[in-house]
């Protein structure tokens, strides 16, 4: 297959790219490498593809930059994960998410129709349960109250994959990730901010004071449920799915597993929930394991100390060598 993967430079996108790459796909890549957060890192993770991809330095909010990329290459499938993150970036730069998130994902679809490519994974989250009180979170539950920019533009992308594929004909799988991190992950997410501050003998931010719940998700399977999408969806035609560990880890005991890792003890700056942050999320997986047959591997103890066996490594190559 060839297969275009949206966001080929960022933390899920180039892990994805190389599982596809390793199991013997073309992939073509697009990724328009922002700063929104270290640029370096992103350049380094693409020098891991580079040489077997198909690069575009394009934004996916640019229609005629995007069509060049389709019109240049015959696509069977398109892997969408592309997109504005974060939850509290989205309270200062809403236009951003509009453009990338929003704009993007129609550019994604519209060219689909025009070239003829029926099959799209794309990312969701599990932002798009807002303040869901029911748990674990089932993708039959109501979403209609999403308390971020960025969950809504998320909820949207859902709807418009929807549409598309009802006028259309378009296979369309989305994926609701829930709170991914592992080697090559993002410097705004908590593990990473915990273990670089910690190691820095600086203080950490806890919000929620601590009593945060998330459901933490290994890249690997993460990466694995993205494949099997990939692989099921002309077959499932249209679909919603929950990629998360299935468990919810208190933040508190987070930050007591890096702190073992590390052996270092964390400053702890105890805060309020932010805005737009949800005190829990947890996943229900029982009708992905049904449509994928999926199911993830990794713990959290066994998670942590691979993304802290990485970090180690990787800054002491760039930064301190």
């Given amino acids: 297959m060839k297969i275009l993967v949206t966001g080929g430079a960022g933390f899920i996108g180039s892990h994805v790219v190389q599982a596809l790459l390793n199991r013997g796909d073309e992939v073509v890549v697009v990724d328009n490498i922002n700063d929104y957060y270290d640029v370096q890192l992103k350049k380094d993770r693409l020098k891991m593809i580079l040489q077997e991809v198909t690069f575009y330095e394009v934004d996916i909010a640019d229609l005629e930059g995007m069509r060049k990329v389709f019109f240049d290459n015959k696509i069977d499938q398109v892997c969408h994960l592309a997109a504005q993150a974060g939850v509290r970036y989205s309270l200062e730069n809403p236009f951003a998410y509009e453009k990338a998130n929003n704009v993007g994902t129609l550019n994604i679809l519209e060219l689909m129709k025009e070239f003829g490519v029926k099959d799209l994974v794309y990312a969701s989250s599990s932002s798009v349960y807002g303040g869901n009180k029911k748990t674990p979170f089932s993708v039959e539950d109501n979403v209609d109250r999403p308390v971020s920019l960025y969950a809504a533009t998320k909820k949207y992308n859902e709807l418009i994959a929807h549409v598309y594929h009802h006028l259309y004909g378009l296979n369309c799988l989305g994926l609701r990730f829930f709170t991914v991190y592992g080697p090559l992950g993002r410097p705004d997410m908590a593990l990473f901010k915990f273990t670089k501050a910690i190691l820095e003998d600086k203080p950490i931010d806890v919000y929620n004071f601590g009593n945060m719940k998330r459901d933490f998700t290994f890249i690997t399977d993460i990466v694995d449920g993205v494949v099997r999408s990939l692989d099921r969806v002309s077959e499932v035609k249209y679909s919603v ?81």
């Fill in 241 to 321: 799915l929950n990629l998360g560990n299935s468990n919810t880890v208190q933040l508190n005991r987070f930050i007591e597993i890096i702190e073992k890792e590390l052996g270092k003890k964390a400053e702890r700056n105890l805060m309020p929930l932010q805005p737009g942050d949800v005190p829990e999320t947890f996943a229900d997986i029982e009708k992905t394991k049904e449509v994928l047959s999926w199911e993830p591997k990794v713990g959290i103890e066994e998670g942590i100390k691979k993304f802290i066996d990485w970090y180690k490594g990787y800054y002491s190559k760039n930064y301190y060598g």
